[in-house]
């Protein structure tokens, strides 16, 4: 993969304050993290080029869930030694995460992901991918449910 440069000429935004935000996206969603980086770069370098002006919280929802929806995301994984550019806690478990991950839409986790584990406005999920806020919030709904059941927190 090849390096990008992450500063931006007349920086009309904070490319960092987007790093953690599109990464725990991009991780959660595609469960592979050379995917998670790759496609986390390719949604700043797209953001870089909008308009100035160009509201940026609402663009990275709509052009990350873009090309998630576009990916193939049927290569799901893992694993404890994910990398140098990983670090997750060692008693993390990953196992009802992934066969959550099997069981849910895309569309429910995109909700999930954006409204409760990365907590972005609202709004701007709702502007972004072009949704009623009852849509947003029944996918939010039926993804805990199923959430719930894997882990048997809910039954």
Request: no cysteine; net charge positive.
């Amino acid at each position: 993969m090849e390096k990008v440069d992450l500063k931006l000429k007349n920086d009309p935004f904070d490319v960092k304050a987007l790093v953690r935000p599109l990464s725990l996206f991009f991780f959660f969603s595609l469960m592979n993290e050379t995917k998670s980086i790759h496609y986390t770069i390719k949604t700043i370098e797209k953001l870089k080029k909008l308009k100035p002006g160009s509201d940026i919280g609402k663009m990275m929802i709509k052009i990350a869930t873009e090309l998630y929806s576009k990916s193939d995301a049927t290569e799901v994984y893992i694993t404890k030694n994910v990398g140098e550019f990983w670090i997750l806690p060692l008693d993390l478990e990953l196992g009802p995460w992934k066969e959550f991950h099997k069981r849910i839409s895309k569309k429910e986790l995109i909700s999930l992901l954006w409204g409760l584990v990365i907590k972005v406005p609202e709004d701007d999920i709702l502007f972004a991918l072009d949704i009623s806020q009852g849509t947003h919030r029944y996918r939010i709904s039926s993804a805990l449910k199923e959430l719930g059941s894997n882990t048997f927190l809910l039954k």
